[in-house]
């Protein structure tokens, strides 16, 4: 089973981070063009609360769907 994490900010000026965890992916292809520094739009997602009410997350569901906006013009890749 493919467990995608995607961490993802706010280029609005906060920078606020939220997470979204995309572990109902089993039957479907990585979404094309989700690299580092790309605008998403990601629609029909569930919000939780974390257990000690510190962060709000998002969960994919089965109805899911994600859509590459824009694609950053250079990619820079940290070897690990």
């Keep these: 089973m493919k467990n995608i994490v995607l961490k993802l900010r706010d280029n609005s000026g906060s920078g606020d981070a939220v997470t979204l965890y995309l572990s ?3 039957w479907r292809a990585y979404p094309f063009g989700l690299i ?3 605008r998403i739009c990601a629609m029909f997602v569930a919000k939780y609360l974390s257990r000690n ?7 994919a569901t089965a109805l899911t769907s994600i859509e590459v906006l824009s694609v950053p013009q250079t990619v820079t890749v ?3």
């Design 24 to 26: 109902q992916w089993r």
């Design 36 to 38: 580092p520094g790309a």
């Design 53 to 59: 009410n510190f962060y709000t997350y998002f969960q």
């Design 78 to 80: 940290n070897p690990v």
